[in-house]
């Protein structure tokens, strides 16, 4: 047995100071406790627990698509077409509660953030982590977005876009892939046709002709919901939804299931203690019937009630303290099942040395707390590692830090890459004998042709000198050419990692001439 609101047993304090200030209370006084006290025990709700039950619905699967790129800033609806296109995403998903979203950013690279889920607070949770300014690529490509769209194993894909546009014009390749992966486009425009200038620091920005950029609505995603016979929407304010929900519902749906848990009510029985006793004190019956109380309190109850939880939590912490863990993780699991529980049951068998157990526990707790659920991801990042399971530490790590900043967490990531580093030099050391004696012959023979070829150049360019100048002065040039190519080939590929969850994003980085 359990109390569904044990919390609020804590009003009994009060009330016990009230009786203990009182000395010599009389007979009727005590009833008159005893029934507040079985009223409290009544409100907070005693129930046996059942069994999980299968529950069936009705279910769509939608992918929501939200464009980051620095023309989502402008400001010709307000607050922002990012702001105003995030709260009605918000909006749209609180709406449909029992429904499975995926959920992607866009730019000129596509970046999932958050898997297709039923749990609403986990979508809600990754859109509130998602910060544009932490994204380098600041176009608008929906060709990248339709490819990324198309992957997945969906077999219709109701897209819904919130984007202007950007300077998108090929309709017809979008509309190929589209119908090619059943793509159902549902557009949602987050712009005006009259538009608003961008803005960098406070200053207009301007294009290659030195001439303001203004950024509009672009008309072109009206003919693309024509020729995928999608649907258009407008975005002015969050009443603007309303519609885009209702034509949702009309959509296909499949059969889904979630395990619920059921309880049996079991509030009456201190229900009637507490009225027999108020009863009892109210009129003059009280003093023949005072004799039978003994003979009410020694009512059998199940041995595990809740009302016990308080001194199995102080056993199980107690047993923690003294590193007594498989103890404490036995105390722990007594005490109702709650997502605090679970995370005490998974921390004493981390301490234990039991990290699958420890991974298992902390894989089952659902909460919408931001700082628990940082917690639980570096916790199986930490226990991944010593299963060592280093890819998928790194990706709770991840995880963790998208959710919360943490210098362990970013401390402990750096180090799995530079030894997922080493791993991979490690292993190249551990080649079979011929194969790296192969390796190396050809690596001389190829030395030994590059001697060649380089000996007949320099004959070339001293038969040339006289025409075109010294020898040396030439190879000079050539060898600051060499050195431009590699220092720019460097800095192509140069990438800072970012604890901001935007890794993938920032690896499809390209030199964007327009990056609006």
């Known amino acids: 047995m359990t109390l569904l609101n044990a919390w609020v047993l804590f009003g009994l304090f009060p009330i016990y100071y009230m009786y203990k200030k009182n000395p010599l209370p009389n007979k009727q006084t005590k009833l008159l406790y005893l029934s507040l006290l079985f009223m409290f025990l009544s409100i907070a709700r005693p129930a ?3 069994a999980y039950v299968k529950e069936n619905f009705n279910s769509h699967d939608y992918i929501i698509a939200i464009d980051a790129s620095y023309s989502m800033q402008a400001d010709d609806i307000k607050p922002s077409r990012y702001t105003l296109a995030k709260q009605a995403i918000k909006k749209l998903i609180q709406e449909h509660p029992k429904d499975r979203f995926t959920l992607f950013a866009f730019t000129s690279s596509t970046l999932l953030i958050s898997p297709p889920t ?7 949770m990754a859109l509130d982590a998602l910060n544009p300014k932490y994204i380098l690529t600041k176009s608008t490509n929906l060709k990248n977005l339709f490819k990324t769209i198309a992957k997945l194993p969906m077999r219709q894909k109701n897209l819904i876009i919130f984007s202007d546009g950007g300077d998108e014009h090929n309709v017809a390749t979008l509309a ?11 557009i949602v425009a987050t712009a005006t046709k009259r538009g608003a200038a961008l803005k960098k620091d406070g200053k207009y920005i301007k294009n290659a002709k030195d001439t303001i950029v203004i950024s509009k609505i672009n008309p072109m995603l009206v003919d693309l919901v024509n020729a995928t016979h999608g649907k258009y929407y407008q975005l002015k304010s969050l009443e603007d939804i309303t519609q885009l929900s209702h034509d949702l519902q009309t959509q296909q749906t499949k059969k889904a299931s979630i395990q619920v848990k059921t309880y049996k009510e079991l509030f009456f029985i201190p229900l009637l203690f507490a009225l027999l006793f108020f009863f009892l004190a109210v009129t003059k019956f009280a003093h023949k019937f005072f004799i039978f109380i003994p003979i009410f309190l020694l009512t059998p109850l199940p041995s595990k009630a809740g009302i016990f939880d308080f001194y199995m939590l102080s056993q199980a912490q107690q047993a923690y303290k003294t590193k007594a863990y498989k103890e404490a993780a036995t105390a722990f699991a007594h005490i109702a099942k709650t997502p605090k529980s679970y995370y005490n049951i998974a921390n004493a068998y981390y301490k234990m040395g039991a990290y699958k157990k420890a991974i298992l526990y902390y894989s089952q ?14 916790n199986l990042a930490n226990a991944a590692v010593k299963i060592k399971k280093y890819e998928k530490a790194q990706e709770y790590y991840i995880d963790s830090l998208a959710l919360k900043e943490d210098k362990d967490a970013l401390y ?9 580093l080493k791993m991979q030099k490690d292993v190249s050391k551990m080649l079979p004998q011929n194969q790296s004696n192969n390796q190396q012959n050809a690596a001389q ?12 150049k320099s004959k070339n360019a001293s038969g040339n000198s006289a025409k075109s100048g010294s020898g040396a002065t030439s190879s000079k040039k050539s060898k600051q050419k060499i050195k431009k190519f590699k220092t720019s080939q460097k800095r192509k590929g140069t990438y800072k990692f970012t604890y901001k969850a935007y890794e993938k994003i920032n690896k499809g980085y390209t030199d964007e001439k327009e990056p609006w």
């Open 118 to 124: 039923t749990d609403y607070a986990i979508s809600l």
């Open 365 to 378: 707790i659902k909460t919408q707390d931001k700082n628990l659920k940082a917690k639980i991801f570096y």
């Open 48 to 50: 046996y627990e059942n």
């Open 176 to 186: 190929k892939i589209a119908k090619k992966n059943t793509i159902i486009p549902y």
């Open 412 to 420: 402990n990531l750096n180090l799995l890459r530079k030894l997922h």
């Open 445 to 456: 023979k190829n030395a030994q042709k590059k001697k060649k070829q380089g000996a007949s």
